[in-house]
Structure formats: structure tokens, C-alpha cells
Nanobody, 127 residues
Framework: QVQLVESGGGLVQAGGSLRLSCTSSGRTLRSSAMGWFRQAPGQEREFVAA????????SYADSVKGRFTLSRDNAKNTVYLQMNSLKPEDTAVYYC????????????????????WGQGTQVTVSL
């Protein structure tokens, strides 16, 4: 079981940037495909981005493509989500996830594709 811990959330104005980090305690995440999901109040948890275990391939939801960048540093056992040009509709709790598998090409991940979750970190984007 991979135990995941997120950090880096907060309050930012529209157009600003934040960087979320996810690291593991216990079993390393470096051999896992990883992803980020988010959940706004009253809405279902939705896919944001995914990265292969090597970091050589990434996948993004259309709503964040071109604004968010997912990367990983396996030496530091950490995954990063750089979020730029933030919009109020990006406001949500963001969850780091260890994925069961990484799918090459366009694929919309769902919670069923997740092996382990972090506890979540709040991101709030104000006007």
C-alpha cells in the first residue's frame, strides 16, 4: 500500500500559479504510475493529469491542458503538479493518486483506476 501526502495548496488570485507536491511515506511511489484528481463541492471527483512511472509520458484532462504540467523526481520520491493561469473553476480539493496502470494515448482516468489516494489539499482561486 502506497501512502501519499500532498502539499502546496492554498489561495491564489486568478491568473496566478501554484505547485502541488506529492510524496509517499512507506512504500516508494517511484515504481507507480501517478495521477492527480480534483473534487469541487457537490461534484464528482474528476481526472486532472497522469504520468507514467518513468516520467516519459503524461496525459491531461482537456480542461487543464496547456496550463498544468505534471512531472516527477523519482530520486526524491515526489510528483509535482505545476498549475499556471489558474481560473476560479480550478477551485477544488486536489488528490494525489497511485494508479493501477498507465494508459498510453488519450484516456480519461476514473477513481476505479486508482490504487491509493492521498488525503487531499485545498486549492482556491479567487477573482
Amino acid at each position: 500500500q502506497v501512502q501519499l501526502v500532498e502539499s502546496g495548496g492554498g489561495l491564489v488570485q486568478a491568473g496566478g500559479s501554484l505547485r502541488l507536491s506529492c510524496t509517499s511515506s512507506g512504500r516508494t511511489l517511484r515504481s507507480s504510475a501517478m495521477g492527480w484528481f480534483r473534487q469541487a463541492p457537490g461534484q464528482e471527483r474528476e481526472f486532472v493529469a497522469a504520468i507514467s512511472w518513468s516520467g516519459g509520458s503524461t496525459s491531461y484532462a482537456d480542461s487543464v491542458k496547456g496550463r498544468f504540467t505534471l512531472s516527477r523526481d523519482n530520486a526524491k520520491n515526489t510528483v509535482y503538479l505545476q498549475m499556471n493561469s489558474l481560473k476560479p473553476e480550478d477551485t477544488a480539493v486536489y488528490y494525489c493518486a497511485a494508479l493501477l496502470i498507465y494508459y498510453s494515448g488519450k484516456y480519461y482516468y476514473t477513481p476505479r483506476d486508482v490504487r491509493s489516494w492521498g488525503q487531499g489539499t485545498q486549492v482556491t482561486v479567487s477573482l
